[in-house]
């Protein structure tokens, strides 16, 4: 059978219907080339929300990494077009660093703020959670070892035995049927190693290492004190295991006095709480409390009630084989030449921990003065005798004001 090519015969010419044909053709192959075209767009469009996808995710990732790093504190010195000025508390470290549109309309000099490694401003903050941030310091792996610590053996092993062990083995305490004991009251000189003592337990125990700064509370914070305390006791359930010090417990629990000023009575409430969370022992989980004072003699007997803790341990300034062992802790890492310990311990007569501490840092002091990078005996002597007369001349200005608890008496 053969094909023909001719036109059919339709009854408004042939010619008119083939033009329309060919134009519809046209316009089919117009629509099928836009058709391709949006399918490759769309294509397109796909890989690219995959891209952003997965941008999205990283960035989340990043941010999410980022605001767990650790945070520090800095103030707002100044919002400029490129970003805001901060100053990191602690070290007076100053950045620039960009911020997001959203921040800097919240942001004006003088707002604290909560920064990152890399100095990124995390977030502004509120009155509230600056007022914990203040009173309460959080250091999830203190490393502060038992060896670094010298002269104080015995309380060391009664702290050990005290706070460690209901720490590790729990287990024991219920087996034997008798509650763990909660907590103990370091008291002695300022500068003798509580805090370190507390750091220690924390770290040896795996344990997070929450210190809750008393003067702070209350005389900083007024009408917060008391939450603070609530707040700070959450944290520590929250954080178990935990040891949670309570450094310098007079500024609370001082022994009442008879002034009714409104300042006692916020002191008494605060007081009040700390008391009763101390009580709440049940459902404290695993938290041990160390608390530490400089002032004994003032403490109110309801602290002291059997039961709140479980031992008064006195840390005292070193003797003499305490301090050589102080003075061979802190000369350890230094790059020392023929050093007397024995004389440099009856030299440094009633010196604390932290003086001996200064005593070497001082020393060190001396030999970069002098160019050298060998710490001599003769630093060590120059270091002692420069802090000891820096010391008397502030113990007499503190005797002035009659404030016993200076740094140092040692002289
Ligand atoms: N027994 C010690 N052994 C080694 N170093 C010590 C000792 N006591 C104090 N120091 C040094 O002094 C520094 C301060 O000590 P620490 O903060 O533990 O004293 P503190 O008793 O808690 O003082 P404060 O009552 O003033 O808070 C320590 O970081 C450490 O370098």
């Known amino acids: 059978m053969t094909e023909t090519t001719e036109e059919p015969n339709l009854p408004n010419g042939g010619t008119a219907d083939a033009e329309q044909m060919e134009e519809l053709q046209e316009e089919v192959e117009l ?3 836009q058709n391709q075209e949006m399918e490759e767009k769309l294509l397109d469009a796909n890989a690219e929300k995959n891209r952003v996808e997965q941008k999205l995710d990283r960035v989340t990732r990043e ?3 980022l605001k767990q790093n650790p ?3 800095a103030t707002v ?3 400029t077009d490129d970003g805001v000025i901060v100053r990191q508390h602690g070290n007076n470290q100053e ?7 959203e921040l800097r309309e919240d942001l004006e000099a003088g707002d604290r703020v909560t920064i990152n490694n890399q100095l990124a401003v995390v977030d502004k903050i509120d009155a509230e959670t600056d007022a914990r941030a203040q009173a309460m310091h959080v250091d999830a792996s203190p490393d502060v070892t038992y060896d670094e610590i010298g002269g104080i053996e015995n309380q060391m092993q009664e702290v050990r035995e005290t706070i460690e062990m209901p720490l590790e083995d729990p287990e024991q305490f219920n087996a034997v049927g008798i509650d763990p004991p909660s907590g103990v009251l370091l008291h002695g000189p300022p500068g003798t190693g509580k805090t370190m003592l507390a750091k220690a337990v924390a770290n040896q125990t795996d344990a997070t290492f929450i210190k809750m700064a008393g003067s702070e509370l209350v005389h900083k914070f007024i009408g917060e004190g008391a939450k603070l305390v609530r707040d700070i006791f959450e944290v520590a359930r929250e954080e178990e295991p935990a040891v949670l010090f309570i450094d310098e417990i007079d500024a609370i629990a001082a022994e ?3 002034s009714k000023t409104s300042g006692d009575a916020e002191v008494q409430r605060t007081m009040m709480q700390l008391l009763s969370e101390m ?3 049940d459902d404290r989980g695993d938290v041990r409390i160390i ?7 003032m403490l109110d007997d309801a602290i002291l009630r059997p039961g709140r803790f479980d031992r008064l341990i006195e840390v005292p300034k070193p003797d003499v084989s305490g301090r050589e062992n102080i003075f061979q802790i802190h000369a350890a890492g230094m790059n020392t030449e023929d050093l007397d310990y024995n004389e440099l311990a009856a030299m440094a007569e009633s010196a604390s921990g932290a003086d001996i501490e200064a005593i070497c840092t001082e020393a060190g002091m001396f030999a970069i003065r002098d160019s050298r990078t060998t710490v001599t005996m003769q630093d060590f002597k120059d270091a002692h005798a420069k802090i000891r007369d820096a010391n008397a001349e502030e113990g007499a200005e503190q005797n002035n004001v009659d404030d016993i608890s200076r740094p140092s008496a040692f002289a």
């Open 279 to 281: 009580d709440g022992f």
């Open 256 to 258: 009442r006095t008879d």
């Open 63 to 65: 941010n999410e990494k």
């Open 31 to 33: 629509l099928r080339e």
């Open 71 to 73: 945070l520090f504190i």
């Open 95 to 101: 950045a620039l660093t960009e911020i997001t549109e």
């Open 77 to 79: 010195e100044e919002v």
């Open 291 to 297: 608390a530490a004072t400089n002032r004994f003699d």
